[in-house]
C-alpha cells in the first residue's frame, strides 16, 4: 500500500487534503489522474448498468434531505457505534465491537498504551449541521450516510415518468458521509466518499433470483475490467451478520494489500424500505398492475459499490514491478477502459520539426480519445511516466516519420514496437482499445 501512495502522490492521482495545513485525517483530494480514472470506473458503471440496460433509470438526488428520512430508514436510532476511550496516557477512543473481536470476552484494554477503557457509549455516525440562519432542533439536517434512502423516497416519482414495472431499477452515483471512529487505509475507509449504488425493485417472490443474477453480473464487471479472478471472491454473510431487514447479504471481497476486504456488497433488502417510508410519510409506496389490479409493496435487490474502493482496487490489481534491459520499471497495467490517457505523444526530440509534427497528430488524436502530448525529459523518462500512469500506447515521432510520415507506436504491456502510417493511426489506436475487451490484461 505504501508503494501505491507514493505512487498516487508522484503522478498526480491522489494527495491528502489540506496538506499545507497538516492534512485533514482520512480526507484526499484527487488530482487530474485520478479525477480521470475515477470518473472512467464510474463511466464504465454507468454504462454497464444503465446504458447496455432496458430495466434501469438513473437519479442524483440531494445529499441534504428531510430529517424524517433517516427517523424512517432507522439511521437516527441504529446508525451508531459501541464508542470506548482511553482513561489512561493515550487518551484514544476505539470501537468496542472491534476490540471484542480482537481481545475476546475478557476485559478490554488499550491496544496503544494498555490504559483502562471507559464505559461504551453510543456513537452516531452521521455528520449533523443546521439549515437556516438559527441553530435549533428545528434546524437540524444530515450529511447523507448512504445514497440508497434517496433513491426509495423518489420511488413514486420514478414509477410515475419512467413507465417501467418491476422488475425495474434506479441507479445513482453520489457522494456520502459517514463519521468513521477508525478511518484508514488510504482512500479504502475514508469519512466522505463516493457511491455506485442501484435498488433493483423486484415482484417479492422473485427476489431470491434477482440476487443470485446481480451477484454474478457484478462478479463479472470486475473482471472485465480487468481485476485478476483468484483476487476476489463472493462472502455470504453469517446470520449474525445480516442486517435486521436482510434476508440475504453477500460482499465482492478484493484481495487488498491488507488483506481481504469489502468492494461492494449485494443484498436482499425485502420490502423493509418502501414499508417503512410509507409508514413515516403517509404516502402509499407500491406497484399497481393496471392488468390485473394486483398490488404489491415491491422487495429491493441491492448491489451497492464504493467508487473510491473500485479505483483503489484497480491500481493494486495493475500494479506491477519489473527490470527492462537492467533498469527497474514501474508500470500500471490498467485496462485500456479505465486508463485516464489512452494514447502518449512524444517527439524523439525537440528540433528538427518534430515538436511541431508530433503536437500536430496529439490535436487531431485528442479529438478521438484522450490523448497527452510530452516532450519534457529525455524519451526513456517519458515512456517511465507514462507507464506509471497507465498509458496503454505511446507514439514516437522520430527523423523516419519526417521522411515518410509513420510513426513508432509502443505497446505499454508488451513493449512491442511497430510502425505505423499516421493516416491509419486513430483507426489503428481504436482498433487496439476495441480489442482489449476480448483480452485478458497481463496480470500485474
Request: charged fraction near 30%; proline fraction near 5%.
Amino acid at each position: 500500500m505504501e508503494k501505491i501512495v507514493a505512487l498516487c502522490k508522484r503522478r498526480g492521482f491522489i494527495f491528502q487534503s489540506s496538506e499545507i495545513y497538516g492534512g485533514l485525517a482520512s480526507t484526499y483530494d484527487y488530482g487530474h489522474y485520478g479525477v480521470l480514472l475515477k470518473s472512467n470506473v464510474k463511466g464504465e458503471w454507468w454504462r454497464a448498468v444503465v446504458q447496455e440496460r432496458d430495466d434501469m433509470v438513473a437519479l442524483d438526488a440531494a445529499i441534504l434531505m428531510h430529517p424524517k428520512t433517516w427517523e424512517a430508514s432507522g439511521h437516527l436510532e441504529g446508525f451508531t457505534d459501541p464508542l470506548v476511550q482511553c482513561l489512561g496516557e493515550c487518551k484514544r477512543r476505539w470501537r468496542e465491537d472491534h476490540l471484542r473481536d480482537e481481545q475476546g470476552d475478557g476485559e478490554l484494554r488499550c491496544p496503544v498504551c494498555g490504559g483502562e477503557l471507559s464505559e461504551p457509549r453510543q456513537f452516531n455516525l452521521m455528520f449533523e449541521t443546521h439549515m437556516g440562519p438559527v441553530e435549533d432542533e428545528g434546524s437540524r439536517v444530515f450529511l447523507r450516510p448512504e445514497t440508497a434512502q434517496g433513491i426509495f423516497v423518489n420511488f413514486k416519482n420514478v414509477l410515475q415518468f419512467a413507465r417501467k414495472r418491476p422488475p425495474f431499477g434506479i441507479a445513482q452515483i453520489g457522494k456520502a458521509f459517514r463519521n468513521e471512529i477508525t478511518p484508514g487505509n488510504f482512500v479504502f475507509r475514508t469519512r466522505e466518499f463516493e457511491q455506485m449504488e442501484i435498488e433493483f425493485f423486484v415482484p417479492p417472490n422473485d427476489a431470491p433470483d434477482w440476487y443470485g443474477t446481480w451477484m454474478e453480473a457484478r462478479m463479472r464487471w470486475y473482471t472485465e475490467l480487468g481485476i485478476r479472478p483468484d483476487h476476489l471472491r463472493l462472502r455470504e454473510h453469517r446470520p449474525d451478520e445480516l442486517s435486521h431487514y436482510s434476508s440475504a447479504t453477500s460482499d465482492i471481497e478484493y484481495l487488498f494489500p491488507m488483506g481481504w476486504s469489502e468492494l461492494e456488497g449485494i443484498a436482499n433488502r425485502g420490502d423493509f424500505d418502501l414499508a417503512q417510508h410509507a409508514a413515516h410519510s403517509g404516502e402509499k409506496l407500491e406497484y399497481v398492475d393496471s392488468a390485473t389490479g394486483e398490488r404489491y409493496v415491491p422487495h429491493v435487490v441491492e448491489p451497492s459499490a464504493g467508487a473510491d474502493r473500485a479505483t483503489l482496487a484497480f491500481m493494486v490489481d495493475a500494479y506491477d514491478e519489473e527490470e527492462v534491459e537492467g533498469r527497474q520499471r514501474v508500470v500500471l497495467r490498467l485496462h485500456p477502459r479505465l486508463a485516464p490517457v489512452k494514447v502518449a505523444v512524444l517527439p524523439l526530440v525537440n528540433k528538427d520539426g518534430q515538436p511541431e509534427r508530433a503536437r500536430a497528430i496529439y490535436e487531431e488524436l485528442r479529438g478521438r480519445m484522450p490523448a497527452e502530448y510530452d516532450a519534457g525529459g529525455s524519451i526513456g523518462k517519458r515512456y517511465r511516466r507514462q507507464d506509471e500512469i497507465g498509458t496503454p500506447w505511446g507514439v514516437t515521432v522520430d527523423h523516419q516519420t519526417m521522411e515518410d510520415a509513420t510513426v513508432t507506436l509502443r505497446d505499454r504491456d508488451s513493449l512491442e514496437q511497430s510502425r505505423v502510417a499516421i493516416d491509419c493511426l486513430g483507426d489503428e489506436l481504436a482498433r487496439r482499445l476495441a480489442a482489449s475487451w476480448l483480452t485478458p490484461k497481463t496480470s500485474g
